[in-house]
């Protein structure tokens, strides 16, 4: 039997963010080892010679989608494992591809600790009004109004979404002395008392919640979840956090309620855009903090997406079970 070929189809810059290369010696043994040498991200071209006789494939950001995976199976491929170095492959591999058979993993686990632990430091500091005080101090304003300041003990957290995420984040907040609740169609309500989280409606949440933090995937039933409707339903003085997707929410109805001061909102993610435009008004909002989607952006992840990607390559060359596979199920109800 011939030695099967590993392909990484990654930029070299995120090679070295991962730090691959000092990890990969154990898969060396079992896999002939193929890379994309840059310069940037891969090609179509170098792809569809990839698939040619690759075995294992490795993606990433900036990886082009495999459409060609539709026809998975009818094709002379010997692929048989892809592992992505990130969260979501749904921008990435067919669904159909995986019905027929192909084996996907990837390393979401890696990103959904660092995002949660970001969320829970979004919520901490923003409920503090920390990010308004640092732009008052640029204005020369030393104090900021002790009204404006709340902590998050004794508050009502309410998390939209059970994901990786979401439960993490329900898992951190006992230490702060918040009441959780939660709301996800797909979670029953024994499984949310095991999360410490009353299971409620949306509306129940969104009406109850010092604070909303959404943790959703985008799905077509997510999609412009929370729009004018739903915002209205928030309390006065309620934070909105979205480290999720900004598809998830309607823009514009965010920024009305937002304009009319009632709410407060931190922003990681943003739509149509990202970046928002120099001059979009969301920017210049006191109480809506817009970042560049960092929540889970750390050393300690990148460290952790190579080494569950090396990880799940050696289980697969090895014949053993993956840990973090993506069924169709699964592909289904992702980010």
Same mark, same amino acid.
């Given at each position: 039997?011939?030695?099967?070929?590993?392909?990484?189809?990654?930029?070299?810059?995120?090679?070295? @963010?991962?730090?691959?290369?000092?990890?990969?010696?154990? $898969?060396?043994?079992?896999?002939?080892?193929?890379?994309?040498?840059?310069?940037?991200?891969?090609?179509?071209?170098?792809?569809?010679?990839?698939?040619?006789?690759?075995? $294992?494939?490795?993606?990433?950001?900036?990886?082009?989608?495999? @459409?060609?995976?539709?026809?998975?199976?009818?094709?002379?491929?010997?692929?048989? /494992?892809? $592992?992505?170095?990130?969260?979501?492959?749904?921008?990435?591999?067919?669904?159909?591809?995986?019905?027929?058979?192909?084996? *996907?993993?990837?390393?979401?686990?890696?990103?959904?600790?660092?995002? &949660?632990?970001?969320? %829970?430091?979004? %919520?901490?500091?923003?409920?503090?009004?920390?990010?308004?005080?640092?732009?008052?101090?640029?204005?020369?304003?030393?104090?900021?109004?002790? &009204?404006?300041?709340?902590?998050?003990?004794?508050?009502?957290?309410? *998390?939209?979404?059970?994901?990786? %995420?979401?439960?993490?984040?329900?898992?951190? /907040?006992?230490?702060?002395?918040?009441?959780?609740?939660?709301?996800?169609?797909?979670?029953?309500?024994?499984?949310?008392?095991? /999360?410490?989280?009353?299971?409620?409606? =949306?509306?129940?949440?969104?009406?109850?919640?010092?604070? *909303?933090?959404?943790?959703?995937?985008?799905?077509?039933?997510?999609?412009?979840?929370?729009?004018?409707?739903?915002?209205?339903?928030?309390?006065?003085? &309620?934070?909105?956090?979205?480290?999720?997707?900004?598809?998830?929410?309607?823009?514009?109805? =965010?920024?009305?309620? =937002?304009?009319?001061?009632?709410?407060?909102? /931190?922003?990681? $993610?943003?739509?149509?855009?990202?970046?928002?435009?120099?001059?979009?008004?969301?920017?210049?909002?006191?109480?809506?903090?817009?970042?560049?989607?960092?929540?889970?952006?750390?050393?300690?992840?990148?460290?952790?997406?190579?080494?569950?990607?090396?990880?799940?390559?050696?289980?697969?060359?090895?014949?053993?079970?993956?840990?973090?596979?993506?069924?169709?199920?699964?592909?289904?109800?992702?980010?």
């Amino acid at each position: 039997m011939p030695t099967p070929v590993a392909y990484l189809a990654l930029a070299p810059e995120l090679m070295a @963010e991962l730090e691959l290369e000092r990890q990969l010696a154990p $898969v060396a043994e079992l896999a002939v080892i193929e890379r994309w040498h840059g310069p940037g991200n891969p090609t179509s071209v170098a792809l569809a010679a990839a698939l040619a006789q690759a075995t $294992v494939l490795v993606t990433g950001w900036g990886t082009p989608r495999l @459409e060609v995976l539709e026809g998975w199976r009818t094709a002379a491929w010997p692929l048989r /494992l892809v $592992v992505h170095t990130a969260g979501t492959v749904k921008q990435l591999v067919p669904r159909v591809a995986l019905e027929r058979g192909l084996v *996907v993993s990837h390393a979401n686990d890696a990103l959904a600790e660092a995002v &949660a632990e970001f969320t %829970i430091g979004a %919520i901490i500091m923003a409920r503090r009004g920390a990010f308004d005080a640092a732009d008052r101090l640029r204005r020369g304003e030393w104090h900021a109004p002790a &009204a404006t300041a709340h902590e998050v003990g004794g508050c009502t957290v309410g *998390v939209i979404g059970a994901s990786a %995420i979401g439960r993490r984040v329900l898992a951190l /907040l006992p230490a702060l002395g918040a009441y959780r609740l939660l709301a996800d169609p797909y979670c029953r309500v024994e499984e949310a008392a095991a /999360l410490g989280a009353e299971l409620v409606s =949306l509306q129940e949440l969104l009406r109850r919640s010092d604070v *909303v933090s959404l943790h959703a995937p985008v799905t077509p039933e997510t999609l412009g979840m929370l729009g004018a409707r739903e915002f209205a339903l928030m309390q006065d003085g &309620a934070l909105f956090v979205n480290t999720a997707r900004g598809r998830l929410i309607d823009a514009e109805a =965010l920024l009305a309620e =937002l304009q009319r001061g009632r709410i407060s909102a /931190l922003l990681d $993610v943003t739509d149509p855009t990202e970046p928002l435009p120099p001059d979009s008004p969301l920017l210049g909002l006191p109480n809506c903090t817009v970042l560049p989607h960092i929540a889970a952006v750390t050393h300690e992840t990148r460290l952790r997406q190579g080494q569950i990607t090396v990880a799940e390559m050696l289980r697969f060359l090895r014949g053993e079970a993956l840990q973090h596979q993506v069924t169709p199920e699964r592909w289904d109800t992702m980010a």
